[in-house]
């Protein structure tokens, strides 16, 4: 088998949900899977299907691939009448289908799910080799654990695994925001670009059917370089320009996301008026804004504030974990996507702290709920020709709203 690696080692990411015999949603690996390949990502591995008789009991157990759809049959028929097939394993069947985890290992996938860490497992066979060489090779991995096994879980892992709750909410926190920028740019349609504009404090990507903005990174900031390609960026795809989101230069960054803003917050879009920081107005407990907005203390009894250069009675970057793990909620700068920092705040927030990303700059992608943000407040602009000229004249945020519309999106909205 031909494993290829990055130039750069990739951390092992490798978790274990953990389950009982009273864990009612057995099917959450497999749900789980199935949304992340309607997402766009690369899922492999196995996931495991009771059939059922018409009368509801159990007929066998089938391991599903999850790539492929093919599915066989893991389980002999009972030997006596009523006997549970689940208790007969066909093991020349099993290691039969275990090969959908290898070949989700060749090809490199963006995660893969095996379902179960079951006997065989523990006494180091099934699924027990090519879980621990998938680790090993940088791509995460999810285990289904009967918590009864726990202990020779982490005996076979030495420790290195994450244990999660059998919940959707835990394996999203898992996966993690390090993974949202991937997945807007791999949502972006390869459409002509109408227009590119770069200027002192915004930069405009616009498209036929929505035009996005970011802020300009300050000219001398760490990384900046000159833009490859300059001369020619309207000729190039939305896509394209997206893709230059995972750069490590800022200038090219702010372009990425003007650019996956221009696919997303589409002229058409539907959405609530609501500003965004009014979101989680009236809220009681700890309210962190990350970012410096105006009129904060009249929607808000108490709120701190996490600024790059705090002003007096604000806080540092460095205290972002230690406010926002207590918060009830977190209103964050749709720039943190352009600095980087996203991920890092939403790792940060604590298990029930409400998010609400606000700013011009904001992508209005409904995916971006499952990452742990609740709300999504942008522009919709109206007026590309407008906006163009007063990003080129070095235009305010206040001027930019007037150009367009606020929308709001909210999770299950």
């Given at each position: ?62 391991a ?5 759809g ?35 290992i060749?090809?490199?996938a ?30 995460p ?19 290195m695994?994450e244990l ?16 949202l ?36 990174p ?13 001369g ?28 996956i ?11 609530s ?8 107005a ?36 460095i ?44 992508p209005?992608a409904?995916?971006l ?15 590309p ?18 150009l ?9 909205n």
């Amino acid at each position: 088998m031909t494993i290829s690696f990055d130039d750069r080692p990739r951390p092992v990411k490798l978790a274990a949900v953990l389950y009982t015999p009273e864990t009612s949603d057995r099917e959450l690996l497999a749900t789980f899977a199935a949304a992340m390949r309607s997402r766009g990502w690369q899922v492999g591995g196995l996931v495991q299907e009771i059939r059922r008789n018409a009368d509801g009991s159990r007929a066998g157990v089938d391991a599903v691939d999850v790539a492929a759809g093919t599915r066989v049959t893991i389980t002999l028929p009972a030997p006596k009448p009523g006997e549970d097939p689940v208790c007969t394993l066909d093991h020349p069947a099993l290691i039969n289908a275990s090969g959908a985890v290898r070949r989700a290992i060749d090809a490199n996938a963006d995660l893969i799910v095996a379902e179960k860490f079951g006997e065989r497992e523990q006494e180091g066979g099934g699924l027990a080799d090519d879980i621990l060489t998938a680790a090993a090779a940088g791509i995460p991995v999810l285990v289904s654990v009967p918590a009864a096994a726990l202990e020779s879980w982490l005996g076979f892992t030495g420790d290195m695994t994450e244990l999660l709750p059998s919940n959707t909410a835990a394996l999203w926190r898992w996966w993690g925001g390090g993974n949202l920028l991937e997945e807007l740019i791999r949502g972006v349609e390869a459409r002509p670009v109408n227009r590119v504009v770069i200027g002192l404090n915004w930069t405009l990507v616009e498209s036929d059917t929505g035009a996005g903005i970011a802020h300009s990174p300050v000219k001398g900031s760490a990384g900046c370089r000159p833009i490859a390609g300059a001369g020619d960026l309207q000729n190039q795809s939305l896509r394209a320009l997206a893709e230059r989101a995972r750069s490590w230069n800022p200038f090219d960054v702010a372009l990425g996301i003007a650019a996956i803003n221009a696919n997303y917050n589409r002229y058409d879009l539907a959405g609530s008026d609501l500003n965004g920081l009014d979101t989680f107005a009236g809220t009681d407990g700890a309210v962190t804004a990350v970012g410096r907005f105006p009129a904060l203390e009249s929607r808000f009894e108490a709120v701190d504030v996490i600024e790059l250069i705090p002003r007096d009675e604000e806080y540092p970057e460095i205290a972002t974990e230690r406010l926002l793990a207590r918060s009830e909620a977190a209103v964050v700068t749709a720039s943190s996507l352009v600095n980087g920092s996203l991920p890092r705040i939403l790792g940060a927030r604590g298990p029930s702290t409400r998010v609400a990303l606000v700013g011009p700059g904001t992508p209005l992608a409904p995916a971006l709920h499952a990452y742990g943000i609740e709300s999504l407040s942008g522009i919709v602009f109206e007026d590309p020709p407008a906006v163009a000229k007063l990003i080129t004249e070095g235009g305010s945020v206040s001027a930019l709203k007037k150009l367009g519309r606020q929308v709001t999106l909210t999770a299950n909205n």
